[in-house]
């Protein structure tokens, strides 16, 4: 007996290593295999915030709104190619609308020099399409981790359409009654934007990513705007920020 384990024991460690390698090899082969992003397509949904400024000249407006309604949450749609393991373009999509309303009061001199009080108020609505072209770089050397760093980068269109709405109360000298003016005008502008900056994702498995990101974006262009068929330019240096956190979905075997 004492012969057969003094037999069997060197023998049993030196064999060991090898089943172990044997055995665990595929598996971890495997694992890293899934681990590595190899479907060629994805897209995606997220909850996004914020939004690249427009050029319009009356999206900045210095003045708080009376009233502002607006959802600070839009949905984000995204598509992308996986160029290469770490490479990666995406297009994306937003819709957002904003109505501000703000109420004054003006005071005028009539001929017989009464002064008259005068209600009015004026608003917005901003309708805008975002849609960012953005280049997607993977940081980190290690594509089997789960949570992965990348940098965002590109160019992110916004075209914005806005309805422009004045009303003042001219009271009449003989009537109990004032008359309304009433002023109307639409205002389109389409912006060009340069975007920098980091994203975050986590694999929850070989086809489903957690993904966060959080973008500047920089107006390059002098903003063209149309006002009723006249052309109208402006600018602004301010850069805007947008995030968002959602899910994305990869398909297709390379």
Known sequence: MTTCLRIFLPAAALVLPFLGSAQTSPISQGKATQAIPSPRFYVGLAAATGSAASPDGFAGTPTTPTTRNSISVLPRFTAGWQVLPRLAVQLSAQYAQQNDT???????????????????????????????????????????????????????????????????????????????????????????????????????????????DVVANYLVNNGTATVNGYVATTSTTRPSFTSSLGLRYRFGAR
Do not use: K, M
């Open 102 to 212: 703000y109420n004054f009061v003006e005071g005028r001199v009539d001929a017989n020099g009464q002064v008259h009080q005068l209600p009015g108020s004026y608003g917005f609505r901003f309708h805008s399409v975002i849609a960012p072209v953005l280049v997607r770089y993977t940081l980190i050397n290690d594509l089997a981790r789960r949570l992965q760093l990348d940098v965002l980068g590109g160019v992110t269109f916004v075209h914005r359409f806005t309805q422009y709405h004045n009303v003042v109360n001219i009271p009449a000298p003989d009537s109990t009654q004032a008359p309304i003016t009433s002023v109307d005008y639409d205002r389109s502008s389409t912006g060009v934007h340069l975007s920098l900056g980091p994203s975050l994702r986590y694999r929850l498995g070989s086809q489903l990513e957690i993904t966060a």
